[in-house]
């Protein structure tokens, strides 16, 4: 069993980045500015927010955080959107989710111009991914695809389950891997909550990725032996033995699952980290005028 390590990955791949800003302002650009819209304060994602703002640190970006409070409303927050699509200085931005039940994330999302949707979850570029055209690919699809990449894991003609129909991480994953691309070429089954006998699909995949949110779900007798197995899930579960008060678990009982794995990876330091490296990437993407020039 090889543990996929993506806090190293991740950590690579933004080095790769700041050498590349370093050039761009040496050659007379303008430094990449990502700007995030937080609104409320959950506990989550004040903590993905400021990775993101570290990793901005990091590569060399310009970073500028929004918070709005948690009864914002949603014409205030469409009106803070509107002034980022129109910021010349602000090459990319996201709407950190999930928003308040009160405010209409559809909405929200297709304000965001398709040319600064460096989360890639507007309409246009998750319409443009399907097509095969430049888009800017949803984080975490992207650092998953990365891994896979970096780990030299076959994909071609292999069977792999998605667990998980989420818009921003089971769906265009299993559209991802399924597209006849160097990391792709898998047959894919997508698999969710009205699956009927998910554990015959399962022991049948080569590459499991599990992306439902629910704590330690993927057990041993669901995975075949060499399979490539992918957590996604980053829930919260109260815990006296942390001082945060909590612990991170992923979706798969790593503990009795990982022996039967070729490659896994493990929660926390698998696929979080490569979510902030693709951001990143997708924000010098944006800077480059790369995907819409
Ligand atoms: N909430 C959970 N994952 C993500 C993500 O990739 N981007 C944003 N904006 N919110 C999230």
Redesign the pocket.
């Known amino acids: 069993m090889e543990l996929i390590d993506g806090k190293k990955v991740s950590l690579a791949i933004q080095e790769e980045v700041a050498i590349e800003v370093r050039t761009l302002i040496a050659n007379g650009g303008k430094q990449p500015h990502l700007a995030a819209i937080l609104v409320g304060n959950d506990g989550g994602s004040e903590t ?1 927010v400021a990775n993101k703002i570290k990793a901005c640190e990091r590569v060399g970006f310009k970073s500028t955080l929004l918070r709005l409070p948690g009864n914002v409303t949603e014409e205030k927050l469409l009106e803070t959107i509107e002034q980022l699509n129109t910021n010349k200085d602000v090459d990319g931005f ?5 928003l308040p039940k009160h405010i209409n994330e559809h909405k929200v999302l297709e304000a965001v111009i398709p040319q600064k949707d460096v ?1 890639g979850f507007h309409p246009v570029n998750v319409g443009r991914m399907v097509l095969d055209l430049p888009a800017y690919i ?3 699809p992207f650092g998953i695809v990365q891994l896979l990449d970096k780990y030299n894991i076959p994909t071609a003609g292999k069977n792999c389950v998605v667990i998980g129909r989420s818009h ?1 991480v089971g769906s265009p994953m299993s559209i991802l891997l399924a597209k006849n691309a160097k990391v792709g070429n898998c047959t894919v089954t997508l698999c969710h909550s009205k699956t009927v006998d998910l554990k015959s699909h399962t022991l049948n995949a080569d590459i499991i990725i599990c992306a439902l949110g629910k704590p330690e779900f993927l057990k041993a007798d669901m995975v075949r032996q060499g399979a490539v197995v992918i957590d996604v899930g980053t829930t919260r579960v109260p815990s006296t033995e942390s001082k945060t008060g909590f612990v991170l678990k992923g979706d798969v009982k790593f503990d009795e699952v990982s022996p039967k794995c070729s490659f896994i990876t493990p929660v926390p330091g698998g696929v979080g980290p490569m ?1 902030i490296a693709s951001l990143i990437k997708n924000t010098l993407l944006a800077a480059k005028k790369e995907i819409y020039k």
């Open positions: 993905y996201i709407v950190q989710l999930p989360d949803s984080a975490t921003i979510t």
